[in-house]
């Protein structure tokens, strides 16, 4: 194994038992492998660590996991519903399969109407915070930040909610190096939750 990817595997555990984003989770492997701060040190992309968090999930946490992501996948496509006016995309974990009782919900909104899923949120009487995130190399986008209950995990679960100006959505559906996806809809959501439940 190399030194990419003794980090990857060790982000793997920090991704899965401690919830950090894979950038966090890789800072962390190379501090706790003593690699931190060397020269020449490569860092795993996205696409190892997650090949690693996939073979985590395999390998400690195969009986629980796939009831885990349905439960999650359940409750992003319900949101979806909610703020169906703007255009929602599912990410992260919860589309590509790998999110398990510890990962957050990650959904991009488009629209031109940067306040319209505050005020929709507010309608709902869904309490919320606000913030901002990097955007795509120009300004910053706004991030709502939404705790909800998920009986099935036994627990609340983080939804983050990125709201992108709409012409950013052509760029947001670019596949990865392997030909997939990193963003889904609600109906391919629930395509997903259908394959989901036959395999069951």
């Known amino acids: 194994m190399n030194t990419s990817d003794e980090i990857a595997a060790s982000a793997a555990t920090w991704i899965v038992e401690h919830g950090?984003?894979?950038s966090a989770a890789c800072r962390k492997a190379a501090d706790h492998l003593?690699?931190?701060g060397i020269r020449g040190i490569a860092m795993p992309d996205h696409l190892r660590v997650e090949d690693a968090v996939r073979e985590h999930l395999a390998l400690?946490?195969?009986?629980t996991q796939?009831?885990?992501l349905r439960a999650l996948r359940e409750l992003a496509a319900q949101w979806m519903q909610r703020l169906?006016?703007?255009q929602p995309y599912v990410g992260g974990a919860v589309w590509r399969?790998?999110?398990?009782a510890r990962s957050p919900i990650l959904l991009d909104l488009y629209t031109d109407d940067p306040t319209g899923p505050e005020l929709t949120l507010i309608n709902l009487g869904v309490p919320f915070e606000t913030g901002q995130r990097s955007g795509r190399g120009r300004e910053p986008v706004p991030v709502i930040g939404l705790e909800m209950p998920c009986p099935a995990i036994h627990d609340t679960v983080p939804i983050e909610i990125s709201v992108w100006p709409h012409d950013d959505l052509r760029g947001a559906l670019?596949?990865?190096a392997r030909?997939?996806?990193w963003r889904g809809t609600l109906p391919a959501l629930l395509q997903r939750l259908r394959e989901d439940n036959a395999h069951d």
């Not at 400690?60 to 009986?63: L, Q, R, T």
């Open 20 to 22: 950090l984003d894979y």
């Open 34 to 36: 003593g690699l931190a």
């Open 60 to 63: 400690f946490f195969a009986d």
């Open 66 to 68: 796939p009831a885990e």
């Open 84 to 86: 169906q006016e703007f």
């Open 97 to 100: 399969g790998t999110a398990s």
């Open 174 to 176: 670019k596949p990865d």
């Open 179 to 181: 030909g997939h996806s």
